[in-house]
């Protein structure tokens, strides 16, 4: 307290920390000095002189670090060839596994000359295995000295432009199925005339794998001779008839002999197509944007120069799924000869158009197919897929029978690895369909290679105009599927089995709250087909088929129960709510469960049995011996 009175020890142990105080202040360094607590501790000026010793310390470590680096620096020691790794091994000698052609300055963009850079690289390196990280490389020759792989060496000077992993020849990696006799039919699409006058034939297709929408190009002429429509399809469901969901206006600045998607970068979705008859020069092809039924942002682009033939019907464009490689085909007018180029997609995507038929990776004349009509061009980035047709237009059953398509099927560098001579994709549905007019009993006309399923396992289709519908409003044009079975056909993303053993998939469609509506399973040889229908509480149906014959296992929504046999057209099996059986052995021959006596109720005919389930001795089992209503029949 401040009016405390302080006592004499007090005042003597404030003179001894007083006295301690003094010398830690003022004592010289290195002096350790007593307290009265019994605590020792250094002067101020040891601690100060700590404090020298460490930096002073310091800065010599500082000096002798940055003299090593300086060292280091002046000697290149710094350089990968003396640093080691875990192994033991320089950097230098585990960088050299992965020499790469920007190493030394290629760029790789399919426009800039990257020579002297290659032949830099060989000059220090050969005999490795190179990636080119999957760009192109404009070279004056291939190098010889290293093994290069994915990617493409493109050569202006020359006719011909090389795959630099050339061994992707083999057919059987293709997804072309020779010997598939009439393919495996996936959608019918139904085309009208009634909202613009012109063709009910499709030209040409190309599929959205992200919207499962088909978007499909024919011809219309409303005012003008050129006109073209684009259809909207969704194959996003379980129905085999599918009419379009929205008809663009009519257009002539694209034309109908080919069709493509490219997705770049953002996602942004570009479509390609031949140009219409009111570009100034009818070998340019046609980039454009399409949404909401609108056609927009339209650029030009030149494929083909002076030397080719300026016909729309002698050209088309092709895009792989993968949206990487672009393919044209066009006639050289000087030979006739039909010619195949191959573009590496990347260079146009953010082009403005312009003159390209300089730049194309790979062309090669075909093995012309004499007597067949153009008709669709594919490529998947490894192949390129030719389909010539032989229109089937007659009234003779022997002579439509007869009749072929013929495929062809080639590297990317124009090696012929397929020449399908006997193809009848889509021919034995056509027939089945019936006549398109009253004077004309068969007839189909393939129209298109696409590709449609799922985008990294895609299904090549044939898409083909047959007959009209019974109603005479519509015409089919058919989808067919020729890969194999192993690959699906237009799978969803909720894919929940996949049987090796049979390449069967099984495909559920959601709704909302998750309940599944809808399944089907899908063999891709068309051997099998497997859907089930839930409507939402009511009618449900499974229905399993395959080229001899179709049933279905039903429940409707009243609880009723039933195996039909859509070959047979009849009931195999039906039960009510309660439990009650009856089956159908043949027409009217039938057996049955139920309560009391069947005569004079139960309409059958002879051979039928009946269990009745309240019976006794000599009244539970019966036999309709006579006649063929409700009488006849006789407790046994």
């Known amino acids: 307290m401040a ?21 830690i202040i003022n004592s010289p360094a290195w002096q350790k000095i007593a307290t009265r607590l019994g605590l020792d501790c250094y002067s101020i000026a040891t601690v100060n002189a700590l404090i020298e010793q460490i930096q002073a310390q310091g800065d010599e470590k500082l000096a002798e670090l940055q003299a090593a680096i300086d060292e280091l620096l002046a000697s290149d020691n710094w350089r990968d060839s003396a640093l080691r790794t875990w192994s033991g091994r320089t950097q230098e000698e585990k960088n050299k596994e992965l020499i790469s052609a920007q190493d030394y300055g290629a760029k790789g963009d399919g426009i800039t000359d990257d020579t002297q850079a290659f032949i830099n690289l060989e000059l220090e390196y050969s005999g490795l295995i190179v990636d080119l990280l999957g760009r192109t490389y404009m070279v004056d020759a291939i190098p010889p000295y290293n093994t290069y792989i994915n990617g493409y060496f493109s050569i202006p000077s020359g006719e011909n432009r090389s795959l ?77 008839d599918v009419v379009a969901s929205a008809i663009s206006t009519p257009n002539t600045s694209i034309g109908h002999q080919g069709f493509g998607i490219q997705t770049v970068r953002n996602n942004a979705r570009y479509f390609w197509a031949t140009s219409g008859i009111t570009q100034s020069d009818a070998r340019k092809f ?35 799924p993968d949206g990487k490689t672009i393919a044209v085909f066009g006639v050289r007018a000087s030979d006739s000869m039909r010619v195949i180029r191959i573009f590496d997609a990347h260079i146009f995507a953010y082009s403005d158009g312009g003159d390209f038929s300089d730049q194309y990776m790979f062309e090669f004349a075909m093995a012309r197919p004499y007597g067949w009509v153009f008709a669709g061009l ?50 034995s549905t056509a027939l089945s369909q019936g ?37 005479g409003i519509y015409r089919y044009n058919n989808i067919h599927s020729i890969t194999d079975m192993k690959r699906n056909i237009l799978s969803a993303d909720d ?61 409707n929504a009243a609880g009723g129960f039933g195996l039909y046999d859509h070959t047979l057209g009849r009931w195999l099996i039906t039960s009510d709510v309660s439990g009650s059986v009856i089956i159908n052995h043949a027409t009217n021959v039938i057996e049955k469960t139920g309560v009391g006596s069947p005569e004079g109720v139960l309409t059958a005919g002879v051979g039928s049995r009946y269990f009745r389930t309240d019976g006794g001795a000599g009244t539970t089992f019966y036999v309709k011996e006579s006649g063929t209503g409700n009488t006849g029949w006789i407790a046994k």
């Open 286 to 320: 046609v980039r454009f944007k399409f949404n909401s039924n609108i056609v927009s942002e339209l650029v030009d682009f030149t494929f083909f120069g002076s030397d080719f033939n300026q016909v729309n019907a002698t050209k088309t464009i092709a895009v792989s």
């Open 378 to 427: 594919a490529t998947d980035s490894e192949f390129v897929y030719f389909l010539g047709s032989n229109v089937v237009s007659t009234n003779d059953l022997a002579t439509a029978e007869s009749s072929r398509q013929h495929v062809q099927v080639y590297t990317l560098d124009g090696k012929l690895v397929i020449n399908d001579q006997y193809c009848r994709i889509g021919l």
């Open 164 to 240: 630099v992993k050339s061994e992707k020849s083999d057919y059987v990696n293709s997804h072309y199925l020779q010997n598939s006799d009439g393919g495996y039919l996936v959608k019918s699409l139904k085309t009208t005339a009634a909202t613009e006058t012109g063709s009910r034939v499709l030209q040409s297709m190309a599929y959205d794998f992200k919207t499962k929408n088909l978007f499909a190009i024919k011809e219309s002429k409303t005012t003008a001779e050129g006109e073209v429509v684009i259809e909207t399809y969704n194959l996003a469901n379980l129905q085999t």
């Open 495 to 555: 894919l929940v089995s996949n049987n090796i053993n049979s390449f069967s998939k099984t495909i559920n469609l959601k709704a909302n709250d998750g309940q599944i509506m809808s399944a089907f399973t899908v063999d891709g040889s068309g051997n099998v087909i497997a859907k089930l229908l839930n409507s939402g509480g009511a009618a449900t149906y499974y229905e399993v088929s395959n080229n001899k014959r179709r049933v279905s296992l039903q429940v």
């Open 3 to 23: 009016d405390s009175i302080i006592t004499i020890q007090e005042l003597k142990d404030a003179q001894k920390d007083a006295k301690a105080l003094g010398l």
């Open 435 to 471: 006549a398109v007019s009253s004077d004309l009993t068969y007839m189909y006309e393939p129209e298109a290679f696409g590709w449609i399923g799922d985008q990294n396992s895609p299904n090549l289709v044939v898409l083909g105009a047959s007959s009209t519908t019974t109603d």
